[in-house]
């Protein structure tokens, strides 16, 4: 149905309905925008353009097609109109709603151009994200991602699924209210990523302050789910097969304190049963993989191949998959959640359990019995596991118990029948399990605390409709009915509120409302109604309730029967219409399980199997509430109605629909692209079907009925003022006229409407207006072209017409001049030039002379000045030289008294310490004596008593002791008979060892001698190659001696013309420079020199032929004119032209004969000058000659350099032969592998010697061919000089000369040069020495300085005592004459001191801003105090008070910025005090003689300094806090949206997401406050900087806070570029650059150039030129490459990506030039993270400034309250 609804002069709407769904087309009658889209049969719609004009009444359209095909498109009754195109600058946009023309097609390609084109995934529709599945890993969901998210609008970023995440968490923060995300789509589409991405969201976002990490668990949990409720599908490998909705908990600081989920319809048949080329559950594959593992061995497992239900589906493996990796992260995150490893075992117990019984097999006895091998291993490891009987499964399975009135009778089963029992039995044993684990993690999941509110994040399936669809499709299909009801509802409400909200009109919107079809289902008699009675009856079958479906819903209009089949039925959902088979519908909502299954498995020994089949436990959480539908229903009695899967499933959505409706919901829709899993592939024909389905579309239509687009007041006049008259732009109020130039340009009111904040648009207006404002810039651009084009012409015509009056000129003085010059003409004019020759010679002659005078007194007072200034410089440098002789030699005396007192010191202490040690152990050994002394006395009296004992016993021994010696002397006489055979032996062996030794020793001898032949022959090599060194260099010390020789003769000849001309060339050999100087004004006095004579000469002849002949004045004067000309001619040379000439002897003849000598004045002065300037140019070319000479000098000193490392190389060689020679004299045993090494080291030697020959000939040509080259440069420079050749030959002369003095020079640098190396390593030995005794005395360095502060402590003590004593004997105290900068203060008032000067002090005060850092000096004064007391206690007291104040300050003071910077500056101050003044030489050097006496001088603060260090640190990384959280709101508005050039605009249409910034509420923006600005981030800076500059802190450090600055603004603003994709355009890019200069010119002003501040911005300053440079060509692809240096591959591909064109004057970027930049850069090495670090904190660093402040000078200001300081 086609209607015409109105109407404007370019513009036609009709509204088109196509049966269900209605859209509103705008048709435009002009040939810029006549682009329509036509159905296609292979992309769904396709462009064409529109050749001839629409007229009312035609039947069809004249089209062309992109391709270049013409079609004649037909027009069903002239009435049915294609949809058009939206113009190409609205294509791409974030949000759907932005277009102007609102339908299918256009929804179609701007989602191809976002997804293909500009590799993006999300799209808003509205309130829906459109999320399209990419099948690649993008890196947007990084942690920087979503801080960049964290607190944004939802309209200021580009489209996220971390925007749709924020949305909820801040409305559920603002409004208080529970929020829900619907993630919904096809399977494979992402809807378990994206749900798994918003909770990843919330987890980051809401980080909970307590240890539990609930946050973790929550995440935790997906593993778990996955791995039980996930299966791989011929459409996803990771499907999920069962709905979720996941409440996540927040507590009243929102944060994550818990969650729980909750489960939709598990998909039990998969357990048994698995298509082709899908898969079972993960978690049974992930325990095969594991199946060797010690943990799985007792379940007895196999490979999945031979298990009957893992391997059904054929495929056992997904591509990319590690099953084993995923059972170690499954077992990770179940003892993350608490899970132990029984509650691990237990559920591993019973998955092992299905897998075995599914490979129980069941064998047919008959064709109605079965029965089961009681041997079956399988049967047998189930019932092991599970704990019940073996006999009672094998009966039980293929028998069924009947209950009869009277008796129970025993049926056996068939084996179909027998399967069935078994495979339900495992679904049954499998959903109970399932349900148990949901259980266990919701249990871990609750954290006890009070919820104060949720989040729920539902993952359900979206609409499916398949070749066979069944049960499941039906409950999926039923609940997306019910979801879209709940969709369609809140998006009439919201459109409702908005229209309200803009007190706009509200008129109702027709919408598709499916309840038809939810009651259809669900009421009385529906078909769930229907199902349930028929499952109540015994011999229900699916046949007998399909022809129920036909009798009482065949009257139905979205209910019907299919025309060839009996099986099925079709109905009409909002998305499709699908046919459902009735086979399996009634078993798979019975779910039945036999009772006598039932009661083996309560009979179970193991326990959780038992629990699973308790009725208590199999109900519990089933609520029987029951849905309320639109028609009445009678009330069920029977008990097994209400426990039927529909029933349930019918139930728990009941329950959904309630939660969803108590929460705001946000909508996330997921696409799936294409069939393949192919990576940013679209296929247009599965994403419209996706698009209808989801209610994406239905959206569209709605949006399409009333006004869909929709702009703020400011955005309005913001792009289309270009379209206003300069009346118009004169209005003070923008809202006025926006309304003034719309009725202008829009007559028709309907098509538009006012609201209190934004202009709504109906469909085709924006394009309309796009269409007039491209049209009015055409008309401009036609305009400037007319113009330039016109200024162009006329240009090159004057130009022509200029040229042509020149040629004319030239031609026609060219004929004059043939006609008018005669011979006659031309012998006058030589006659005039050869007078005026010699009278401009002679005046020419006679001013060189006075100019020479002059340059010579001139010269000669100069260098007289240079040689005085040089002496006084020599002698202020000796007698510095002098004073640090002496300075040195007494730091080395002072160093070393110091250096002999501490090692005395050491030796001191130690041998006391060893004294005391030997006191100690002889004190010991006096005490042992005493006591062996005592037991000795006691021992001698229990002797005594002993003796009288042993008297007795004595006699007895004498008689035997007779009887022994008698038994002794027999042995003895045996004994003398051994040793005589002993001795014979003995002499045997000492025969046998001398001859053996004298074998020894010959042996000896021989390897002797044969050692010395070989060490002989090496020292006859050795002598030879040092007889070989010795001729080589007395060769070179001969050649050196004749040199030597040469030189001397020429430095005599040099000394000799020295003499004559200068006396200061003595300081050619001291001084390079000053003799280059004196050299050219050597060469130029010269020059004057040799030509003074002739001119004397010529004047003095020229005076006597005056004198004699005066009346020949008239021919003199010819002959001093041809002389002068002539003297000029020699002076100038051939570089002066001949008309130079010619016109100076045209001046002299038009003078008069008496003023000839004038004239010829004149031309000496002229003739000076161009010879001066031919000096000038000798000059140059003199020294650049020098410089060949002193660069060829350099390179000969490198080659003799490496000559004489060559030698020393040598050396080294000699020096190994020998070291080789001592290490063959003490090893022999090793002479062959001697002698090799001896070849190769004599191999080296000959190698150097040839190396050295080479070097020598190389050096050798190469001074001949610089001889040879110089010869050639003085002959080539004689031709051309000839009048200068004595001058020329005299700088050769010098030049050679000067080279000798060079090589002199070389020779005294090579001796200063070993000099320096013997220096070297005396010092490196003395610096070895000097650590090694360091090292040695380091360790009494410690005792030493302890001993030294008693001493020093003692000595204080006595002399306080003695100072005490005097003081009472003295009438009265002596007061001292002057301050020592010290604050004195009683202990007790301590606590005062920092209270008043830390605490209580404030940074505006007058006496603060007056003298900075005055704290920290006073502070500082009480420290010197205590040390000055030696008062350990005190100083430490205070030192502890000071620092515990500084950090009590910064933790109230959190967010005080003024209080932040005066506390750092103070802190920085008194750290710089303690190091200043502590003595450390490198703190001490740039003090003064009094603030050295200032120095501590008992007691070391360093550890202090480095505490005061850190907690600076912290005060500044605070400090750098609080400014970001003042800075970081400014930034996005006032660099990147604010726009700084006028005129040009770079706003758009945004759609329903409008961005935070342009949404204004009741006006504000139009004529409220100011918006932000650059301006306002360079006034916030400016108070930064002020702030701290009047508190005294360092500039260095002020330059580290602006460059951290700096870094903020640049890092966030590149992120949100990388975000944004409106903010990619040319015209940004050009906004981004003024701000960019803005702040430069900042730092300029404030001058901080030397902060590197300006360094940190160069990502920013790279994506604003990469936004503005051509982007079409390799040469662009290779200078991005180039210019982009600090950007990432990755945020170099997101711009270009997201580059959106502003006007359609720009063009968008090709995919294939994308694709370029792309591999130009896969060879930089970068990050891929997209983001860029904003927390990043470049390392702070407190540089040491000594403070020129006088601490005897500070005084205490009485405004302070420090009346308890006394200044001393």
């Not at 509103?24 to 159905?39: S, T």
């Not at 030039?833 to 006075?850: D, K, T």
């Not at 006095?1085 to 009346?1111: C, F, G, W």
């Amino acid at each position: 149905m086609v209607d015409i609804i109105g109407s404007n002069l370019v513009t036609w709407f009709i509204s088109v309905t196509y049966g269900h769904n209605s859209y509103l087309f705008a048709v435009c009658f002009v040939l810029d925008y006549n682009r329509v889209w036509i159905p296609d049969a292979e992309h769904v719609w396709k462009s064409a353009e529109i050749l001839k004009d629409f007229q009312p009444g035609d039947i069809e359209l004249e089209l062309q097609l992109e391709d270049g095909t013409e079609l004649q498109y037909p027009l069903e009754g002239g009435e049915k109109l294609p949809p058009l195109r939206n113009p190409d600058i609205l294509v791409g946009e974030n949000d759907l709603t932005a277009l102007s023309y609102l339908h299918e097609p256009a929804v179609l390609h701007n989602l191809k151009v976002r997804f293909v084109e500009s590799k993006i995934i999300y799209t808003y529709c509205g309130i829906i994200l459109v999320a399209v599945n990419p099948y690649k890993q993008l890196p947007i969901y990084g942690d920087a991602v979503i801080h960049a998210y964290s607190g944004q609008n939802m309209g200021d970023m580009d489209p996220h699924i971390f925007a749709v995440a924020e949305e909820a968490y801040k409305q559920m923060a603002r409004n208080n209210k529970n929020q829900s995300i619907i993630v919904s789509g096809e399977s494979g589409a992402g809807k378990t990523v994206s749900a798994r991405y918003a909770m990843r969201y919330f987890a980051v976002v809401s980080k909970s302050g307590s240890n539990t990490r609930v946050e973790d668990k929550v995440l935790a949990s997906n593993p778990i789910t996955e791995a039980i409720g996930n299966a791989k599908t011929t459409r996803n490998d990771n499907s999920s097969r069962f709905g979720k909705y996941t409440e996540i908990s927040f507590d009243k600081k929102y944060q994550i304190i818990g969650a729980n989920m909750r489960t939709y319809l598990l998909e039990k048949s998969r357990v048994v049963f698995q298509s082709e080329n899908e898969r079972n559950y993960h978690i049974f594959y992930q325990m095969c993989a594991c199946a060797n593992q010690p943990e799985f061995k007792s379940l007895r497992l196999l490979s999945a191949d031979k298990f009957n239900y893992t391997c059904m589906g054929g495929e056992i493996e997904i591509e990319g998959v590690d099953d084993c990796a995923d059972m170690a992260e499954t077992r990770r995150t179940f003892n993350l959640l608490g899970l132990n490893d029984s509650f691990q075992a237990d559920v591993f117990k019973v998955l092992a359990a299905i897998l075995h019984l599914g490979n129980v097999v069941i064998k047919a006895n008959n064709s109605d019995k079965s029965s089961i091998d009681s041997s079956d291993p399988h049967l047998g490891i189930f019932c092991d596991l599970m704990g019940i009987k073996l006999e009672n499964m094998c009966h039980r399975l293929c028998h069924r118990r009947i209950v009869l009135s009277a008796e129970t009778v025993v049926k056996p089963q068939p084996k179909e029948r027998a399967i069935n029992a078994r495979d339900a039995l495992a679904k049954h044993i499998y959903a109970y399990l399932f349900d148990w684990v949901i259980h266990k993690i919701n249990r871990a999941l609750l954290v006890p605390g009070k919820q104060h509110s949720f989040i729920g994040v539902l993952d359900i399936y979206g609409f499916e409709t398949f070749d066979v669809n069944s049960f499941e499709q039906f409950c999926i299909n039923y609940a997306n009915e019910k979801l879209q009801q709940q969709f369609n509802l809140h998006v009439f409400k919201l459109e409702q509120e908005e229209y309200m909200k803009e007190d706009i009109p509200w008129t109702l919107i027709d919408f598709y409302d499916n309840q038809p079809v939810i009651d259809l289902i669900e009421a009385k008699m529906g078909i769930l109604d229907l199902l349930d009675e028929e499952c109540l009856l015994p011999q229900g079958t699916d046949k007998n309730w399909l022809q129920k479906l036909y009798n009482f819903l065949g009257s139905k209009p979205l209910f019907e029967k299919p025309r060839l089949s009996n099986d099925s039925f079709l109905i009409q959902h909002f998305a499709d219409k699908v046919e459902y088979q009735c086979k399996g519908f009634l078993e798979k909502n019975r779910d039945t399980l036999y009772e006598e299954l039932v009661d083996i498995m309560r009979t179970s020994q193991f326990a959780l199997l038992a629990e699973f089949f308790q009725v208590e436990e199999r109900n519990l959480g089933h609520k029987n509430i029951k849905v309320t539908p639109a028609q009445p229903k009678v009330k069920a009695s029977n008990k097994q109605l209400r426990t039927t899967v529909g029933d349930k499933f019918r139930s728990s959505l009941y329950l959904l629909m309630e939660t969803l409706n108590a929460t705001t919901p946000h909508y996330v829709r997921c696409i799936k692209p294409n069939e393949e899993k192919m990576s940013f592939e679209y296929d247009s024909k599965r994403v419209v079907q996706q698009l209808r389905a989801c209610g994406v579309l239905e959206t569209i239509r709605i949006s399409a009925q009333s006004y869909p687009s929709r702009w703020t007041y400011i955005e309005f006049y913001s792009r289309y003022s270009i379209l206003m008259s300069q009346s118009e732009l004169k209005l003070g109020e923008k809202k006025q006229t926006c309304r003034t130039v719309l009725q202008r340009l829009i007559p028709d009111s309907d098509q538009y409407k006012f609201g209190r904040t934004k202009i709504f648009f109906r469909a085709g207006q924006v394009a309309y207006l796009e269409k007039l404002r491209l049209d009015h810039l055409r008309a401009a651009c036609v305009t400037i072209q007319k113009h330039a084009r016109g200024w162009r012409q006329r240009h090159r015509f004057l130009h022509m017409r200029q040229a042509a009056i020149i040629i004319q000129q030239y031609v026609r003085g060219k004929k004059q001049i043939r006609r008018t010059v005669t011979a006659q003409a031309l012998k006058q004019g030589w006659a005039a030039i050869v007078i005026q020759r010699h009278c401009r010679g002679y005046l020419v002659r006679r001013v060189y002379q006075l100019v020479l005078i002059a340059t010579i007194t001139i010269q000669a007072f100069t260098r007289g000045w240079m040689a005085r200034k040089s002496y006084k410089k020599m002698v202020a440098e000796h007698k510095a030289l002098v004073l640090q002789k002496y300075t040195r030699a007494w730091l080395a005396r002072r160093r070393f008294q110091t250096m002999r007192r501490l090692v005395i010191n050491v030796q001191l202490s130690y041998r006391v310490q060893q004294l005391r040690k030997k006191v100690e152990e002889q004190t010991k050994e006096n005490h042992g004596l005493l006591e062996r002394l005592t037991s000795v006395s006691n021992a001698r009296t229990q002797g005594m008593e002993k003796v009288l004992t042993l008297e007795a016993e004595l006699c007895k021994i004498t008689n035997e002791r007779g009887a022994l010696e008698e038994r002794s002397r027999k042995n003895i006489e045996e004994a003398n008979q051994a040793i005589a055979l002993l001795q014979d032996d003995k002499g045997k062996l000492t025969q046998m060892n001398k001859a053996l030794e004298q074998k020894l020793s010959d042996m000896t001898q021989q390897m002797k001698d044969h050692f010395e032949d070989v060490k002989r022959k090496l020292m006859e090599d050795l002598e030879r190659e040092e007889r070989l060194r010795k001729v080589a260099e007395h060769n070179s010390e001969l050649q050196k001696e004749d040199l030597d020789i040469e030189i001397v003769a020429l430095k005599e000849e040099n000394r000799r013309l020295r003499e004559e001309r200068i006396r200061l060339q003595t300081q050619v050999e001291e001084d390079k420079q000053l003799n280059a100087e004196m050299q050219e004004q050597l060469v130029q006095l010269t020059k004057h020199v040799k030509i003074i004579p002739d001119l004397r000469k010529e004047i003095n002849s020229l005076q006597m032929q005056k004198a004699e002949a005066d009346k020949n004045i008239k021919a003199q004067s010819e002959q001093v004119r041809a002389k002068m000309s002539l003297i000029t001619r020699q002076l100038l040379g051939e570089a002066v032209e001949e008309a130079l000439i010619h016109r100076m002897n045209e001046e002299a003849l038009d003078s008069d004969v008496g003023d000839d000598l004038l004239s010829a004045f004149d031309g000496m002065e002229k003739a000076a000058k161009v010879m001066e300037t031919q000096l000038g140019e000798q000059k140059e070319a003199y020294k650049s000659q020098m410089e060949v000479l002193v660069f060829k000098n350099e390179h000969l000193n490198k080659e003799n350099e490496q000559l004489q490392a060559l030698f020393q190389e040598k050396n080294d060689v000699n020096h190994n032969i020998g070291q080789e020679v001592a290490r063959l004299t003490a090893e022999n045993m090793v002479i062959p592998e001697l002698k090799q090494q001896v070849s190769e080291l004599t191999r080296h030697k000959h190698e150097l010697e040839t190396q050295i020959q080479d070097q020598s000939s190389d050096m050798t040509a190469k001074m001949k061919e610089l001889s040879n080259q110089l010869q050639l440069a003085v002959e080539k420079e004689r031709l051309q000089r000839r009048l200068l050749e004595e001058s020329i030959t005299e700088s050769e002369r010098k030049g050679e000369e000067l080279e000798r003095q060079m090589l002199d020079l070389k020779e005294e640098n090579e001796q200063l040069q070993k000099t320096q190396l013997i220096e070297n390593e005396a010092k490196n030995r003395l610096k070895q020495e000097t650590s090694h005794l360091t090292a040695e005395n380091m360790d009494f360095e410690e005792q030493i300085d302890m001993k030294d502060r008693l001493i020093k402590r003692l000595q204080d003590q006595i002399k306080s005592l003695q100072t005490s004593e005097t003081a009472n004997q003295r009438a009265a105290p002596t007061v001292p004459k002057e301050y020592l900068g010290m604050l004195e203060y009683k202990k007790e008032d301590e606590g005062r001191l920092v209270q008043t000067l830390i605490i209580e002090l404030k940074p505006r005060g007058v006496v603060v801003n007056m003298i900075p850092g005055l704290a920290a000096h006073l502070l500082f004064m009480c420290v010197r105090h205590a040390d000055y007391l030696n008062d350990g206690n005190k100083l430490k007291s205070l030192m502890h008070a000071i620092i515990k104040s500084f950090k009590d300050v910064v933790m109230v003071h959190q967010e005080d910025f003024e209080i932040l910077s005066f506390c750092l500056s103070n802190t920085y101050q008194f750290l710089n005090c303690l190091k200043q003044y502590s003595g450390d030489e490198e703190f001490i050097k740039h003090n003064t003689p009094r603030q050295n006496k200032n120095c501590l001088k008992n007691f070391d603060l360093s550890e202090h300094r480095q505490v005061l260090s850190d907690l600076a640190i912290n005060i500044f990384h605070q400090f750098i806090s609080v400014m970001e959280d003042t800075l970081f709101p400014m930034i996005i508005p006032g660099i990147l949206e604010h726009e700084s050039l006028q005129g040009i605009s770079s706003m758009k249409p945004t759609g329903f997401r409008k961005r935070s910034s342009s949404v204004y509420e009741d006006g504000e923006g139009l004529g409220g406050g100011e918006p932000l600005s650059v301006t306002s981030i360079l006034q916030q800076l400016t108070t930064f900087h002020t702030c701290m500059a009047q508190q005294g802190m360092e500039p260095q450090l002020q330059g580290q806070v602006i460059r951290q600055m700096f870094y903020l603004i640049g890092s966030t603003s590149v992120n949100s570029i990388l975000l944004r994709k409106d903010l990619c355009s040319c015209r940004k890019g050009m906004q981004i650059r003024c701000n960019i200069s803005y702040l430069e010119e900042w730092l300029r002003e404030k001058g901080l150039q030397s902060s590197c501040a300006m360094e940190t911005l160069g990502p920013l300053s790279q994506v604003a030129w990469l936004l503005q440079v051509n982007k079409t060509t390799d040469e662009d692809a290779a200078e991005i490459k180039q210019r982009c240096s600090e950007l990432s591959p990755v945020q170099i591909v997101k711009i270009l990506n997201s580059y959106t064109p502003i006007d359609d004057f720009e063009k968008r970027i090709t995919p294939s030039f994308v694709r370029k930049v792309q591999a130009l850069l896969q060879e930089r090495e970068g990050s891929s993270q997209l983001m860029m670090d904003a927390q990043y904190r470049f390392q702070v660093t407190f540089p040491f400034c000594s403070s020129p402040q006088a601490l005897e000078l500070l005084q205490v200001p009485s405004s302070l309250r420090l009346g308890f300081v006394t200044r001393i």
